[in-house]
């Protein structure tokens, strides 16, 4: 299972996510409006989760239903589909 960034990040992009997350997995340009988790290279670890400042980031089973479409852009992002 991977974990999802959602709604809350957009155009927060604090990125403490990133400096924990032990297998870098965790991605954006300087264009995007958010972070996104790579769901090929996530491990499950949570690390990510408890740093984010805005609540952002869930286990994908876990995003709430207003932002279960984030799932769906995350794994678009990386170009794959959803498992």
């Given at each position: 299972m991977?974990?999802?960034?959602?709604?809350?990040?957009?155009?927060?992009k604090d990125g403490a996510c990133?400096?924990?997350?032990?297998v870098d997995c965790i991605y954006t340009?300087?264009?995007d409006n958010q972070y996104?988790?790579?769901p090929a290279e996530c491990i499950d670890c949570a690390a990510c989760e408890p740093v984010c400042p805005v609540t952002a980031i869930f286990a994908q089973d876990?995003?709430?239903?207003?932002?279960k479409g984030f799932i769906d852009l995350n794994?678009?992002?990386?170009?794959?589909?959803r498992q």
């Open positions: 991977t974990y999802i960034i959602a709604e809350p990040c957009v155009n927060v990133v400096d924990v997350c032990p340009k300087p264009e996104y988790i790579n876990d995003v709430p239903e207003q932002w794994y678009k992002y990386f170009g794959q589909t």
